[in-house]
């Protein structure tokens, strides 16, 4: 038994409980149950815990990775999200607008100009139903402008 992983939690088996039920959705809650596992010492280690919660060992893993390097605060904070996120594009209220950064924009644009009030995950299920994509130019190299002029010439 890893009984390292029960020193490292510094938080006891009460608070953590009281933290599962709190818990906004069940990844959170499993999040802090892999804790209580490990802190009640039921559990040999993450591997065994990432089998009893239904979850990848090497997801697991990440988690206590997360909680050793920033506590309990940082394994229950939502996710950071790396590069920008587009939920794809109705063409943009502005005519040449490359399309929607995010869904709540999209909400917004709807709900001020046509009066329609969807919800996010409604606007999130209708671009996928209407297969909208963000709308992109085409890749052009950085070179390209001298290039096409020397060969107007």
């Known amino acids: 038994m890893d009984i390292t992983c029960s020193l490292l939690i510094q938080e006891d088996i009460a608070q953590l409980q009281a933290a599962e039920k709190a818990a906004r959705d069940k990844t959170r809650a499993d999040r802090v149950r892999m804790l209580r596992f490990l802190k009640e010492e039921r559990i040999a280690g993450v591997s065994q815990v990432a089998e009893v919660l239904g979850y990848s060992v090497r997801t697991v893993q990440r988690?206590?990775?997360?909680?050793?390097?920033?506590?309990?605060?940082?394994?229950?904070?939502?996710?950071?999200?790396?590069?920008?996120?587009?939920?794809?594009?109705?063409?943009?209220?502005?005519?040449?607008?490359?399309?929607?950064?995010?869904?709540?924009?999209?909400?917004?644009?709807?709900?001020?100009?046509?009066?329609?009030?969807?919800?996010?995950?409604?606007?999130?299920?209708?671009?996928?139903?209407?297969?909208?994509?963000?709308?992109?130019?085409?890749?052009?190299?950085?070179?390209?402008?001298?290039?096409?002029?020397?060969?107007?010439?």
């Open 63 to 153: 988690w206590w990775q997360c909680y050793r390097e920033s506590g309990l605060a940082g394994l229950l904070a939502p996710p950071r999200h790396s590069g920008t996120h587009h939920a794809g594009g109705l063409g943009g209220p502005a005519g040449g607008d490359a399309g929607w950064p995010h869904r709540w924009e999209a909400q917004t644009y709807l709900r001020d100009t046509w009066h329609i009030g969807y919800g996010i995950d409604a606007i999130s299920k209708l671009f996928r139903r209407r297969r909208t994509k963000l709308k992109t130019g085409r890749p052009r190299h950085r070179n390209s402008s001298a290039e096409q002029a020397a060969f107007k010439k």
